[in-house]
């Protein structure tokens, strides 16, 4: 495992920890929700999320190229991106599960990852 890779996993263990207030404390509302091209909703608070997260990751790592959900990239470009084994990509969701959380179920979180070098 990479120096430092434990202590990144747990700055990003706070920050996910200090966006569970926002998950329950924001009042959902549908009217607030774009629908995305693959037909299912993004809220603001998936955007803010997925912003931070992005931050925390490329803080740390600057070099890496990040895939959020929100961002919309065409599948070409997120194939271009994947293809490139030289680089550490990382894929980040700010709330995973809108459409729970819209129906006011809890079952929502935020997920990140990193791949490096796969094949």
């Given at each position: ?37 693959d037909g299912t909703p993004v809220g603001n608070i998936d955007v803010y999320a ?70």
């Amino acid at each position: 495992m990479e120096v430092g890779m434990m202590d990144f996993i747990e700055e990003v263990r706070r920050e996910f920890v200090s966006l569970i207030p926002l998950y329950l404390r924001t009042t959902h509302s549908n009217r607030d929700d774009k629908i995305k091209s693959d037909g299912t909703p993004v809220g603001n608070i998936d955007v803010y999320a997925g912003d931070r997260l992005r931050s925390l990751i490329l803080r740390r790592f600057p070099s890496d190229v990040i895939i959020a959900e929100e961002d919309e990239k065409s599948p070409e470009e997120v194939a271009r991106i994947l293809a490139d084994k030289t680089t550490r990509q990382g894929s980040a969701d700010g709330l995973d599960g809108t459409g729970n959380r819209g129906m006011r179920l809890l079952s929502y979180g935020a997920m990140l990852s990193l791949r490096h070098r796969a094949t």
